[in-house]
């Protein structure tokens, strides 16, 4: 008897509906930005880690490697198949249930494939807090945010994805399941496994659940706009924060003098905080309290009294209202959109000491303006967890596509000068296959051999997102 193609298998253990064929202009096969296209033989929606475990061993057995997708939102093309079209691409959209709740665990158990905007919504619901929020929460999915340990606007106070985790449901690459769904804060009893997995971009198992931690709803917050005459300063003024606010600092993002003329021409109708004012640099920071508005904005207004009397600050603006805080935070939300108008520009996401921040950024700028004379800096990021998105846009006297043809040489220097200031070429939205070549002139080669040897144990026949993360072995 003739052994079934995949094809069949696959429809034979999910039914009909739940596998497709590939059809070309699908824009699961493409990434965000469409630069990357792949071919896979199925396209298949599992509905628990069972079926998913039984499509990896169909996929093991018929030699296909296996490409997780969440809500394709990624910016490495981490998720996007290559072109031999012998992979089969797995979407976890119908694993996305809340399992649990535990109120008194403060703790959430929840299937991959869950929109981590609904995440946030169920710790809500429950009367607690799930702090990781990004741009594209409205459809990145917590599958994802684990994959590539996602950072996003909190980090500063509660930690990366990874430091939100407790416990994974991962399914290996033999199709077996690690029931590792516990919800323990201590727990020393031999390897991480948890922390292998998350940051790995499905390249070592596939998450499928997680038990991640809960905070307390803050009682109150405050959210002012303030501006710097120098980097320094806006350096000097986090610790001041920092030793001011304590735990109760929750964010503090950067953004440049030019940063705020992008926004104001892309969105003429946004208000500035200080209208015609100019300082070089700004920072958005938030203050998220346990105890009640007068109190919380009582400390919030000593510390920038003090700030202002001590010239750390320039200038100060405090939200009156929830509407005048939200109209803050959307000005930083607006910044891709805002570069997204004004023409395709180089994005890095790179991370530094906050201490070395300043030194790269004089440093950097004077070797973009030597080597690429007229380039526009848009540098703005997480201030206090040192992430910063420095990105570079053509000169005006020039094209976008004339600037793009510099892409490899620009993001050389870039990505050179964070390492030579003890940085990382990505800080939170991982390796994917843009960055994967890269690794080999930033990591040593004893790194590199370690990562590839844990691969190598995990994933032996090289099946789970291939060509992912580590750049390729010359033969």
């Known amino acids: 008897m003739t052994e079934p193609t995949l094809f069949a298998a696959l429809q034979a253990l999910l039914g009909e509906r739940h596998v497709q064929a590939d059809e070309v202009g699908l824009p699961v096969l493409s990434d965000k930005h469409r630069q990357y ?20 061993r169909l996929c093991a057995h018929h030699a296909a490697p296996v490409v997780v997708q969440g809500g394709n939102t990624g910016l490495m093309a981490g998720a996007t198949p290559d072109g031999s079209g012998r992979s089969v691409l797995m979407l976890l959209d119908r694993m996305n249930r809340i399992r649990d709740v535990d109120t008194d665990n403060d703790t959430l158990t ?13 710790a809500r619901a429950a009367g607690r807090l799930f702090p990781l929020s990004l741009g594209a929460e409205g459809s990145c999915t917590l599958g994802g945010n684990l994959g590539t340990n996602a950072g996003g606007t909190g980090v500063l106070r509660y930690g990366n994805a990874r430091e939100l985790t407790l416990g994974l449901e991962v399914v290996t690459a033999e199709g077996e399941i690690w029931h590792g769904l516990r919800g323990l804060r201590k727990d020393n009893t031999g390897y991480d496994l ?39 300063s806006a350096v000097a003024f986090l610790s001041h ?11 503090f993002e950067l953004l440049s003098a030019q940063c705020l003329t992008l926004l104001q021409e892309q969105f003429p109708e946004a208000v500035l905080p200080f209208g015609e004012r100019s300082q070089p640099w700004y920072a958005l920071i938030e203050l998220s309290h346990p105890q009640a508005e007068d109190s919380a904005r009582a400390l919030f207004e000593a510390v920038l009294s003090s700030a202002l009397e001590s010239e750390l600050i320039e200038d100060a603006v405090i939200a009156q209202s929830l509407a005048q805080s939200d109209a803050m935070w959307q000005l930083r939300e607006n910044m ?23 030194e790269f950024v004089e440093r950097t700028g004077a070797l973009l303006q030597q080597h690429f004379p007229g380039v526009r800096n848009f540098t703005f990021g997480h201030l206090g967890d040192g992430n910063l998105h420095y990105n570079v846009a053509h000169p005006l006297d020039s094209t976008v596509a004339a600037h793009m043809a510099n892409y490899a040489a620009l993001s050389r ?63």
């Open 194 to 232: 948890r922390d292998l997995y998350i940051g790995s971009e499905g390249t070592l198992g596939i998450i499928t659940a997680a038990t991640v931690k809960l905070f307390p709803l803050p009682e109150s917050r405050c959210t002012a706009f303030v501006a710097f005459a120098s980097l320094p």
């Open 110 to 122: 929840v299937e991959a494939g869950c929109i981590l905007a609904n995440v946030q919504a169920a």
């Open 241 to 251: 924060a920092r030793n001011g606010f304590g735990a109760s600092l929750t964010a």
């Open 336 to 358: 891709s959109e805002a570069q997204a108008r004004a023409g395709r520009n180089m994005k890095h996401d790179i991370s530094l000491p906050v201490s070395r921040i300043n």
């Open 37 to 56: 296209h792949g071919r896979v033989q199925a396209i298949v929606h599992p509905a628990s880690a069972e079926e998913v475990a039984g499509v990896v």
């Open 413 to 475: 220097l870039v990505h050179d000068s964070a390492h030579a200031h003890g940085g990382s070429i990505s800080a939170e939205h991982g390796v994917g296959q843009r960055k994967r070549d890269l690794l080999g002139d930033y990591k040593s080669p004893v790194e590199l051999d370690l990562m590839r040897r844990i691969k190598r144990a995990l994933d032996p026949h090289n099946l789970l997102n291939p060509g992912k993360v580590l750049p390729l072995e010359t033969p």
